[in-house]
DNA sequence: CCACAACCCTGAGGGC
DNA sequence: TGCCCTCAGGGTTGTG
């Protein structure tokens, strides 16, 4: 399950073998694997053009191109990664599509759940609504936690459902929004307009953390997440809820709960993240 | 704005 | 042992 520092850990990965190589040729073995244009369409555009840079927005790889970005999203299965011409790609049963590179390689998109997408356009906010409607890069400079808050403001929703939402932050997913919620001490069914500036600060802050911390670990495999160059990432290793039902909280000991909100397996520790209760009115004096 | 269902698929796991 | 069946998993889209 591939997330902002799980993608971020890709595109690091591939800048050096991909800059300055140009596209030879093209091949799909699934066409709902290329989201646009159509597969024919593609492999015409794509060839000839220079990879001029690779960067991420939220969960997106996005490859500059000379005249085009090719925008790849991993979904849950995805593995981009630069094979050497020897390694035939049935190596990997789930290569689906494949680019010839300059120097020989080829750049190969897997994925067994064929979850993922593979776009080439001139214009990112066209490959889909969503794309078009991401909120906010939550490592970027100007995501204060002043900003937060008043994104925040007048949501009725749950903590939870709210940092899944591409909308409302860019590039969170289930593993880092309960790892965020853990370390800020917030029930995931807490609703954000009842957070306090203190706890909304703190959330701000252990967002950030968690990311740029699975950024530093090279991202989480849990299952099916590889660097691009095949090892795994270390980030897992980190966690102080997500897949630890019934486990002890690392904090306190309580065994670990799993909920659902939002459709997502929802890990938290039932006294450090202890439920919102109404308020108390405050007594008469 | 919000809750929820459906969708895209396959591997894993349970039942027999 | 192995077959059949069910469903988790998560981001996105659509519906009410």
Redesign the pocket.
């Known amino acids: 399950?591939?997330?902002l520092p799980e993608v971020e850990t890709v595109v690091r990965g591939l800048r050096a073998p991909l800059v300055g190589r140009t596209i030879t040729s093209f091949w799909n073995d699934?066409p709902?694997?290329i989201g646009m244009p159509d597969p024919d369409s593609f492999a015409a555009r794509v060839v000839g053009q220079t990879v001029q840079a690779i960067d991420r927005r939220?969960?997106?790889i996005v490859c500059t191109l000379d005249h085009d970005l090719l925008i790849v999203?991993l979904?849950?299965?995805g593995r981009l990664y630069v094979a050497p011409p020897d390694v035939p790609h049935e190596a990997d049963?789930?290569v689906h599509v494949k680019l010839g590179l300059s120097d020989g390689r080829e750049l190969r998109f897997s994925d067994?759940?064929?979850?993922g997408k593979v776009f080439l356009t001139g214009d990112f906010a066209s490959?889909?609504?969503?794309?078009?409607?991401?909120g906010p890069e939550p490592l970027d400079d100007s995501f204060t936690a002043d900003v937060f808050r008043a994104r925040m403001k007048?949501?009725?929703?749950?903590l939870k459902?709210?940092l899944?939402?591409?909308?409302f932050i860019?590039g969170?997913?289930?593993?880092y929004?309960d790892e965020a919620l853990f370390r800020a001490k917030l029930h995931p069914l807490r609703?954000?307009?009842t957070l306090t500036k203190a706890e909304a600060a703190a959330l701000h802050a252990t967002v950030q953390a968690v990311l740029r911390e699975g950024i530093d670990h090279e991202g989480a495999s849990?299952?099916w997440y590889r660097k691009p160059d095949g090892t795994t990432g270390e980030a897992q290793r980190h966690f102080y809820v997500?897949?630890r039902e019934g486990e002890p909280c690392l904090m306190c000991g309580a065994p670990l709960h799993?909920i659902?909100v939002?459709?997502?397996?929802t890990h938290f520790c039932p006294t450090c993240q202890p439920e919102a209760r109404p308020r108390k009115r405050r007594a008469a004096r």
Request: net charge positive; no cysteine.
């Open positions: 399950m591939p997330e699934w709902r694997s939220a969960k997106y999203h979904k849950m299965t049963r789930w067994s759940r064929k979850f490959i889909t609504p969503g794309a078009a409607a991401l007048g949501r009725s929703t749950a459902a709210l899944l939402d591409q909308s860019a969170v997913g289930n593993i929004a609703r954000a307009d849990v299952n997500y897949g799993k659902r939002a459709q997502r397996g």
